[in-house]
């Protein structure tokens, strides 16, 4: 691998996420300041797992925690905890 090939994997994943040709935020959301605005609330529900038991909960918080480091930006450690909980929704 070259050392320009490098600079630009770099360049790639500060830019991870990003949708140049995707809509924009709207405004409305927050008035004017949308995009200056830290006070923004987001109101994410309680997701019900009826199999989560207090078992497998301790497996998972001793197993994962979502302050490991990433080099994906946390997708791997996402991905894990989705295998981790998709072998106990199967059973």
């Known amino acids: ?14 830019q991870y996420g990003i949708d140049w040709h995707g809509p924009l935020p709207n405004a409305e959301w927050a008035g004017d300041n949308a995009y200056l605005d830290e006070s923004i609330i987001v109101d994410v529900p309680d997701v019900e797992l009826p199999f989560l038991t207090s078992d497998v909960y301790r497996q998972l918080v001793e197993q994962f925690s979502p302050f490991s480091e990433s080099m994906s930006f946390g997708l791997d450690i996402y991905l894990q905890v989705v295998a981790f909980l998709t072998g106990y929704c199967q059973d």
């Open 1 to 14: 691998m070259h050392l320009n090939d490098l600079s630009f994997l770099q360049d790639e994943a500060a």
